[in-house]
């Protein structure tokens, strides 16, 4: 069986201090992984590790298995690595047709295309209507995405991400910040994402992990301290000392 | 517009619909592409300002594709617009005064160079860049300044003998030609760039200047696609600058010179950047505007450009583009069918 | 040689006074400032009009120079700069221009356009010889001068409670309001003496940059090469820089008189290509 995503001993140094510490995961495709940790575990660096914008001291990184370790963002986006933003990274000016399209666009290898509109060459139109119909937007499609509520700005963080044909998915904390009334439409939309997807989620909100995780990896001072099914992880005594604040593994 | 009064239609069809609302022609642009070429037949004793004022214009164009889509800030751009001046001018000196293949040269030497500086504009703070783009200018004043067999040095550059456009129409006293002339290269430059603002490069260039982060976050080739426009962005500066050498038949340190950044930056400003016709309209009121100041004190019209710059961004540019809006939008509803619902 | 290398230096030390004003409001304000050289002009003209109207010595007009300067940047920053912090770099460099434009304007109707002349007392005219290097008396004055002024103000940085506030600014605003640091009052003392000095900076430097209204854009490069190559994370950076594009503008047009400033330009660039936040910023993450 080969993996979506592999890590093999993936180390981060910076100056004396490691950030990553030997973290192997296997994640086979369309699995529903988390991972967890307390602030400072190293979720952002592993992140940053994975999608490229970090290069790592050591250790390899495999999509499909093929080595990625030395590619850039996009290049790694193109293979099908695509991440999304605790905080909303989007364009304020576009709207949500002209965001969408950018994300299909650059997949379908016509971004560099210059002389013909968007949406008049290839299933653009068909594909990206898919994209803001599942994430409900298609009412609100051509309005400003700074105009947009705050939880709809958040569907379409999750919805560009998806634009790109991503075989791993890393979701970073996707209902941070949404009000209570909105938070049930993010959870259902990041249930409902196609299920040949390997979606990693990365969370500090373990209702939403218990509820979604298939296994989780639980990561404390830039090392994995376990790894293993949602019961296992909820009967795992040194999980709670870490959440607990009582003492490092 | 956004449109309401077809809810029924499926979502692919009103997606459609909008992107090709964008990109439709407004009577607003068709008029006044009618109305400049217009002028060609009346007000002869004004065309040379006319044509300075779509020389002008072009060039802010072409600062608008790096400055208003990509978001670069550049105070050196007057360095493509000298080189392309200075190509033609040097290629007329020595014998080749046929102003089209002139302005072609004029094009690839500036674009030339604009691949190359590029990649010095990739990286970096708006400060590093502003650093760069400025230090090439000067590297290059330095150049033009110390080169003097071969650009004049401080004299200028004399004797440039300039053929007839497409080898009948000569330029005249009143600047008849000459505006027509580049009246019409910047008509085609719009043309294209009309196209390719609605593209998919287009579009990528403006989220790359909302959003570098995710624009790499989602497969745009950041580095690519800013070396491209702004190679782009070069070519058509050189196109301005070679019209300047052109039609005036003279090209001297002047068109190196920081104040023409400066100046050229100050006409978008004032027409609104990212909006393609923005450089344009500024174009039309900075050049009247210093027209008429000039008549009253012809040595200190820099102060009141100068003032005025600083009015505008104390004022807030946003906030005037607002009411201009507004006041466009009372006025003349329907004509706005190209300003979108932005 | 060593003579060239002095007249570097001299020149290094006047590009240092002229430009920390400049290395501060960057470094504390985020504020990019094209309009400084004015400051200086400023300077330079107020010593050639109480020079030339009022018959004060060239020594005595000095702290004038930095008086009026300072004052007329104090007034600036109140009124004009402070609604530019926390505005978009554009912005801010299309206010400085504006500036700029309006100062050179306005000195050009006020004084004309011809360059001015600075009449420099005996005392500091002329060359004297040691060991066989010839050393201006100017240059040495300058170097002196200037000298004094960097270290007094390393002093004020390190030692004074001022200095350790105008730091904790420069490192964290937020924090440093929260440590209940006046961070206005600081930055318009700054912002007043950095012109100040840049004033000084352009009466001193009157004598051997040249003065005339296009005073401001001519030698803008050279204060924003000194900030961006030097950095702004402390004084260190831009007094090396600022020395090095002393000499390396004197040998330049020493050795090779051919390429003028091209020098200058190119190594800049270099520079930038190399490190893009200056020779001597903190390394990054």
Known sequence: MTLALETRGLMKSFGGLIATNDVSLQLPKGARHALIGPNGAGKTTLINLLTGVLTPTSGEILLDGGDIGSLGVEQRVRLGLTRTFQINQLFPDLTPIETVALAVSERQGRGGDWWRRVGTKGAVLDELIEVLDRFDLTDRMTEQTRFLPYGKQRLLEIAVALATKPRVLLLDEPAAGVPEGERDEILEAVAELPKDVTVVLIEHDMDLVFRFAERISVLVAGAVLTEGTVEEIKADPRVKAVYLGEGEA | ?342 | MLTILFDGVSTGMLLFVLACGLAVTLGLMNFVNLAHGAFAMVGGYVTVIAMQRFGVPFLATLPLAFVIAAAIGLVLERTLYVHMYGRNHLDQVLFSIGLVFMAMAGMDWFMGSSPQNVLLPEALKGRFDVGGVGIGRYRLFLVVVCGILAVALQLVLSKTRFGSRLRAAVDDQRVARGLGIGVQTIFALTFAVGSGLAGLGGALGAEILGLDPSFPVKYMIFFLIVVTVGGTSSIVGPFVAALLLGIADVAGKYYVPSLGSFVIYALMIAVLIVRPNGLFARPGR
Do not use: C
Not at chain 2, 83 to 104: E, F, K, N, Q
Not at chain 2, 114 to 134: E, Q
Not at chain 2, 224 to 240: E, M, S
């Open chain 2, 1 to 342: 517009m956004t449109d309401t009064t077809d809810q029924p239609l499926a979502p692919v069809a009103r997606a459609s619909r909008f992107l090709a609302a964008e990109a439709r022609w407004s009577w607003l642009e068709i008029a006044f592409w009618i109305a400049a070429f217009g002028l060609a037949f009346v007000f002869r004793s004004n065309h040379l300002l006319f044509a300075e004022i779509a020389i002008l214009a072009l060039f802010a164009v072409s600062l608008d594709l790096i400055l208003g889509y990509a978001g670069i800030v550049s105070l050196g751009h007057a360095a493509f617009f000298g080189l392309g001046a200075y190509t033609v001018g040097i290629m007329a000196r020595s014998g080749w005064g046929d102003p089209l293949t002139g302005l072609v040269a004029a094009g690839v030497t500036a674009g030339i160079l604009g691949f190359l500086t590029s990649f010095l504009v990739l990286r970096g703070s708006d400060l590093t860049r502003l650093m760069i783009t400025l230090g090439v200018a000067s590297l290059l004043h330095e150049t033009a300044n110390k080169l003097d067999w071969l650009t004049g040095g401080a004299d200028g550059l004399q004797g440039m003998m300039v053929g007839p456009v497409l080898g009948h129409f000569s330029f005249d006293l009143y600047g008849t030609t000459a505006y027509v002339y580049a009246l019409s290269v910047l008509f085609v430059v719009v043309l294209g760039l009309r196209v390719l603002v609605h593209s998919p490069f287009g579009h990528a260039l403006r989220a790359i200047r909302d959003n570098p982060l995710r624009a790499r976050a989602i497969g745009i080739p950041v580095s690519r696609r800013l070396i491209a426009a702004y190679t782009l962005a070069a070519v058509i500066a050189g196109f301005a600058g070679a019209l300047l050498a052109q039609t005036s038949a003279f090209a001297s340190l002047d068109v190196l010179e920081f104040h023409r950044s400066a100046d050229v930056m100050l006409v978008l400003v004032i027409g609104g950047s990212g909006r393609l016709y923005g450089g344009i309209l500024g174009a039309i009121v900075f050049r009247l505007a210093q027209d008429g100041i000039a008549n009253i004190t012809p040595q200190y019209w820099q102060f009141w450009i100068g003032l005025g710059l600083v009015a505008l961004v104390l004022l807030g540019r946003d906030r005037l583009e607002i009411v201009g809006r507004r006041l466009v939008g009372r006025v003349l509803p329907w004509l706005v069918g190209e300003e979108k619902a932005r």
